[in-house]
């Protein structure tokens, strides 16, 4: 069975061919120069963008596939959580493409699909119970993972997303966006243990998140706690440090979490997923810093940024648990649910 995978829920047009067992080709057009000017995704120009580049990258994955259109099986969609503008353009073409070549279209939770990557590679070593890790630029979420199609939240992030408290330090920091791999750069030229971030800890919470607070630690350390006249109080060459110090204290909270789960679960392994995935500080901390020798997976970064394979395997493996309905598929802006099950519908 052929599964094109589609990817447009935020700033990058994706699509890719999966054969049920191999990824045969994975496009990516990333819209990143075109969001940089206002610091963020503009989200009305992504789906125009996305308009415009959809075909052409649904083209060049058929084509670096060596199939046709007419060889699909399958068209596997992301259809929520994301701006809704671009998840409209995403659907609409693969219920488009589905209608014309006579073929189902799954819609896919794409944050879900960020943890499912893992399985793309490491299906055979991958053993349950497992941890969950999301880390992306619009969710934090660590899961307890019974096997492969149950599982639990047992925390989430109570205000900002980690990759978007990156992103907003990072714009503090005259860093352009995406601000997460600015900041993973300076920070190699700087001092973790210059600036006392307290990593953040909730009381009674281990399994939450909250990055609100140590947001506004960096913004009063760059301007001073009363009211924010522009003026920067810090010198430029002290930023690789507040970078660091900001890195470490924030990848910390998610490494006291996991080392809180590993004592009171028994698992085996922990799967990582998200656009946070890719920063290779985030690999070393948790490759040092867990209390027990648990397996950790974190999938290649082809696989961890935005891509359609992600959408393609965790599609195709959806669509053979529970079929398809192409009427009733739509997009949804906010994830509507609250577990994060790869055989239940998104
Ligand atoms: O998963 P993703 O590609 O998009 C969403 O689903 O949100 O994640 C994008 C996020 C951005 O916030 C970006 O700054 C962050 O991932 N990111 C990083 C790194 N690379 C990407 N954050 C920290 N360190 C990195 N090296
Ligand atoms: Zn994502």
């Known amino acids: 069975m052929i599964t094109l995978g589609i990817e447009t829920s935020c700033d990058e047009t994706a699509a890719s061919v999966y054969d049920g067992k191999t990824i045969l080709s994975n496009i990516v057009l990333s819209q990143i120069e075109l969001h940089k000017e206002f610091g963020g995704v503009f989200p009305e120009l992504a789906a125009r963008r996305h308009l415009d580049h959809m075909l052409l990258v649904i083209d060049r994955a058929l084509k670096e596939a060596q199939i046709s259109k007419n060889d699909l099986d399958l068209i596997s969609v992301a259809s929520s959580p994301g701006l809704i503008g671009a998840l409209l353009m995403g659907v609409n073409c693969a219920k488009s493409l589905g209608l014309a070549l006579?073929?189902?279209?799954?819609?896919?939770?794409?944050?879900?699909?960020?943890?499912?990557a893992n399985f793309l590679e490491f299906e055979n070593e991958i053993t349950f119970p497992a941890l969950g890790l999301i880390v992306s630029g619009g969710h934090t979420a660590l899961l307890y993972l019974e096997d492969k199609n149950n599982s639990k939240v047992l925390g989430?992030?109570?205000?900002?997303?980690?990759g978007e408290c990156f992103d907003k330090v990072a714009r503090m920091l005259d860093l352009p966006y995406p601000g997460g791999p600015e900041i993973e750069k300076i920070a190699k030229?700087?001092?973790?243990?210059?600036?006392?971030?307290?990593t953040p800890k909730i009381k009674?919470?281990?399994?939450d998140f909250s990055f609100s607070g140590l947001k506004t630690k960096v913004l009063y350390t760059l301007f001073g706690q009363d009211g924010i006249d522009g003026k920067k109080q810090v010198p430029k060459?002290?930023?690789?440090?507040?970078?660091?110090?900001f890195q470490k204290a924030a990848f910390s909270s998610l490494i006291n979490a996991i080392n809180e789960a590993v004592e009171n679960l028994n698992v085996n392994s922990i799967l990582v997923g998200g656009g946070v995935s890719a920063s290779?500080?985030?690999?070393?901390?948790?490759?040092?810093?867990?209390?027990?020798s648990v397996n950790v997976f974190i999938p290649d970064i082809k696989y961890s940024l935005d891509?359609?394979?992600m959408i393609a395997?965790?599609?195709?493996?959806?669509?053979?648990?529970?079929?398809a309905s192409n009427e009733n598929l739509s997009a949804s802006p906010s994830s509507r649910k609250h577990s994060f099950d790869f055989c239940q519908n998104s």
């Open 102 to 116: 006579g073929i189902p279209v799954i819609g896919v939770n794409h944050v879900e699909a960020h943890l499912f």
């Open 156 to 162: 989430t992030t109570l205000d900002d997303a980690i």
């Open 189 to 198: 030229l700087g001092d973790p243990s210059i600036f006392n971030f307290k």
């Open 204 to 207: 009674n919470r281990p399994y």
């Open 237 to 245: 060459s002290s930023y690789p440090d507040i970078a660091a110090s």
């Open 280 to 292: 290779s500080t985030l690999k070393q901390m948790l490759n040092t810093q867990l209390l027990s």
């Open 307 to 309: 891509n359609g394979a």
């Open 313 to 323: 395997a965790l599609g195709y493996h959806k669509f053979k648990q529970i079929g």
